[in-house]
């Protein structure tokens, strides 16, 4: 079986993950992810289109688009995914694409 969701909390706390790579099926990724990854330099999209965050885990609301842009730029999606909104990121968002 293969998984599409990166659980809240998964990785939390590794300090020793620097960098992932996240395959074209993946379609949401849980608060908190990889939150206390301070060592985390670079994470790829290996599909870039279609990524929102939201605020809540129904995913409802008003979403904030992530550019394909900036999901090309592996140090911005690690800081996005590691860090918290009063750093300009992510990380305790709830992502989905499509």
């Known amino acids: 079986m293969t998984k599409t969701e990166i659980y809240g909390g998964a990785f939390s706390g590794c300090e020793g ?3 992932i790579s996240l395959p074209a099926n ?4 849980a ?5 206390g990854c301070t060592n985390l330099a670079s994470i790829v999209f290996a599909d870039k289109k279609g990524w929102k965050v ?4 129904d995913y409802s609301g ?3 688009p992530i550019s394909s842009t900036d999901l090309a730029n592996t140090a911005t999606v690690a800081k996005y995914l590691r860090e918290g909104t009063f750093n300009g990121a ?3 968002k ?5």
């Open 54 to 57: 939201y605020d809540n885990h």
């Open 26 to 29: 993946l379609t949401t990724i």
């Open 62 to 64: 008003t979403p904030t």
């Open 90 to 92: 992510y990380c305790y």
């Open 94 to 98: 709830y992502w989905k694409k499509g």
């Open 17 to 19: 993950l620097t960098s």
């Open 31 to 35: 608060s908190g992810a990889f939150s």
